[in-house]
């Protein structure tokens, strides 16, 4: 059985960057079968995709977020990590990650909220 | 590239059937068969219902079925249960530089 599990820092500063960590049980990142994403949920709203990366390193991000957004991959340590830059208020959201079969979503952490406030 | 359209609550009584839509455009649900459906609980992380417009995944109810005509999505919920009062999001692959375009979200009530 797949688990992720989000693991950061729950408070961050405004205009500071935004660091999470991925690790994924079960189911090693370098098979290759699958991208990894990113996800986040502000309080109360809807889902928004952030941006996947394959085993390879190669990546993809929302254009919304893309100036700001860094989501790298650590096989040795069967992990992948985001990283959102100047962040504000706006930014406060519980941060998944999952895994991404290319058009859907099948297995998911249990999410991470992430406060942006001084 | 906007949110793909859902009806913000859809109600039912338990044993009953309900159908949330989800309206996106030529770009993304027309185009494509990669719509899927997730199930979220308060405080949950979603839990996918629905793959690539009608598939269910191992271990989800059959009462889950899926579908989709033109640029509207449909997920319809049979005999309804208490523990379907749930959010439900759609989401679809996109031709747009978004790539995944999520739903606005529909609250399922079972009354």
């Known amino acids: 059985q797949v688990q992720l599990q989000e693991s950061g820092p729950g408070l961050v500063k405004p205009s500071q960057t935004l660091s999470l960590t991925c690790t994924v049980s079960g189911g090693s990142i370098s098979s290759g079968d699958y991208y990894w994403s990113w996800i986040r949920q502000p309080p109360g709203k809807g889902l928004e995709w952030i941006g996947y990366?394959?085993?390879?390193?190669?990546?993809y991000y929302n254009p919304s977020l893309k100036s700001r957004v860094t989501i790298s991959v650590d096989t040795s340590k069967n992990q992948f990590s985001l990283k959102l830059s100047s962040v504000t208020a706006a930014d406060t959201a519980v941060y998944y990650c999952?895994?991404?079969?290319?058009?859907?979503?099948?297995?998911w952490g249990q999410g991470t909220l992430v406060t942006v406030s001084s | 590239q906007s949110a793909l359209t859902q009806p913000a609550s859809v109600s039912g009584s338990p044993g009953q059937s309900i159908t949330v839509s989800c309206t996106g455009t030529s770009s993304d649900v027309g185009s494509y068969n990669y719509v899927s459906w997730y199930q979220q609980h308060p405080g949950k992380a979603p839990k996918l219902m629905i793959y690539e417009v009608g598939n269910r995944p191992s271990g989800v109810s059959n009462r889950f079925s899926g579908s989709k005509s033109g640029n509207t999505a449909s997920l319809t919920i049979s005999g309804l249960q208490a523990e379907d009062e749930a959010d439900y999001y759609c989401?679809?692959?996109?031709?747009?530089?978004?790539?995944?375009?999520f739903g606005t979200g529909t609250r399922v009530t079972v009354l």
């Open positions: 989401t679809s692959f996109s031709s747009s530089s978004t790539l995944y375009v």
């Open positions: 999952a895994r991404d079969h290319s058009d859907y979503f099948d297995y």
């Open positions: 990366i394959y085993y390879s390193g190669s990546t």
